[in-house]
């Protein structure tokens, strides 16, 4: 319908979704289609409010890929835009990102650093966020060899995201090598 009646960011909106949807699918080739079709076109269209989104399943795409230099690139470019567009919920899913990127990278301190900042932002924004923040944290607390934490914090994450009827946050909570 967005294509014919021209409502082209419409269209990036819908690409972009897709492209998350085919993340979880792990159909990495959609989705890398879609997102360059969303970005192209919200570009374009010169509607950014969605972009960070975007750039976020852009940076969760190379990170399943194993590009975690461009994963980082994405992610960061999803938190520059989040900070300049004023968008709290946005710039708090990049830091998260950024986070598990950097603990993958093996930098440890910088990833606390971002999570704990993620973690404050959503802190009183979004539940489902912040317990997808906390599985995030327990995740990185196991790659930084912080076994005893990430073992507290993961039975926190686990309970809120059982609350929350959050499935495949549940399936993933113990893979290290998601970015979400």
């Known amino acids: 319908l967005a294509r014919h009646t021209g409502a082209r960011y419409v269209v990036g909106l ?7 949807l085919y993340l979880e699918c792990d159909r990495l080739a959609d989705a890398q289609r879609c997102l360059d ?14 972009l960070p989104e975007t750039y976020g399943y852009a940076a ?6 194993g590009d975690l230099p461009g994963a980082e ?7 520059e835009l989040a900070n ?16 598990q990127i950097h603990a993958r990278t093996g930098d440890g301190p910088r990833a606390l650093h971002a999570i704990d900042e993620a973690a404050a ?5 979004d539940r489902y966020e912040s317990a997808r923040t906390e599985a995030a944290r327990a995740r990185i607390l196991r790659l930084t060899g912080d076994l005893e934490q990430a073992a507290a914090v ?5 309970a809120a995201l059982t609350t929350l009827g959050a499935q495949r946050e549940l399936a993933i909570i113990d ?3 998601e970015v979400r």
């Open 14 to 20: 819908a690409e972009s979704n897709l492209a998350g």
């Open 37 to 50: 079709e969303a970005i192209v076109i919200s570009e374009r269209a010169g509607r950014r409010t969605g």
């Open 60 to 65: 969760r795409l190379r990170a399943a890929r």
């Open 73 to 79: 690139r994405w992610a960061s470019q999803s938190l």
């Open 84 to 99: 300049e567009l004023g968008l709290p919920l946005e710039r708090a899913i990049a830091l998260r990102l950024l986070a």
């Open 121 to 125: 932002s959503l802190a009183d924004l």
């Open 154 to 158: 993961r039975a926190r994450a686990h």
């Open 175 to 177: 893979d290290v090598t």
